[in-house]
Every structure is written in structure tokens, then in C-alpha cells.
């Protein structure tokens, strides 16, 4: 009785358990027609080995997981920062920040002598009142 190919399969590959190994071996030895097929199916696995071989990544072109990780934090920190800035400018505080824009419009305009006066005369309040108004804005 001869070999069959998952046999000689998992001797090649050192998978048997000790006995079966060296039944195996004994056969091999003493029958041509086995020796044969292993032969061709250890040159089958070279041969895959090799064409594995080829199409496996190099150690370098595989990303290291620590750099992978330091890549995948940096990108939660800018979405963390992205969505801090958009709890900022929620449109729950859109007023605020149109009231707060429209106050530092107010600031630069009164800062200004020519727009201070043109802003006195068309709210039609004192100069005085201006004054004071700004000194208290800051
Ligand atoms: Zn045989």
C-alpha cells in the first residue's frame, strides 16, 4: 500500500506525530513510486513558497503598528479639535457671536473719530453719552 499525497503533504511539512513519521519515512525509503511523488510535491511547495514569496510585502513596506498609531491619534485630535470648534459655533450660540461681532463692529467704528460722528449724529445721542459708552466697553 502506498502513500497517498496528504501523507507525504504532512510529512514534508513535519506535521506528523512520531510514529506515523516514521512509518512514512520507512516507506519512503524503500518505494520508488512514493519517493517520486515526493519529489514532485516538495518541488510544488518550493515553487509556491517562492511565488509567496514574491507577492509578500518587505518588512518595510508593511507600516509599523506604532507609527500606525501615532498617525490614527493625531487624526482623534483634529477631530476633537474640529469638534470643539463646532461646539463653539453651534447655532445654539450663533446670536451670541452675531451680538459679540456686532459689538467689536460697534468698538472699531467708535475708535474711529470720522465714524463716531457720523454714528452720534444718526443714533442722535450726545457725544458725552458716546464717550462714557465706549470707556465702559472698554
Ligand atoms: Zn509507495
Redesign the pocket.
Known sequence: ???DEGQIKAYLDHQLAAPEKEQVRA??A??????A?AGSLAAQADRIDSRLAAITPSPAAVPRADAARARLQSRIAEKEKNTMFRRIFAPRYRSAWVAVGFVLILAVALAFPPSRRLLTVSLGCSSAAVHRGAGQSG
Do not use: N, R
Open positions: 500500500m502506498h502513500l516507506h519512503l524503500s518505494c520508488t513510486q512514493c519517493q511523488l
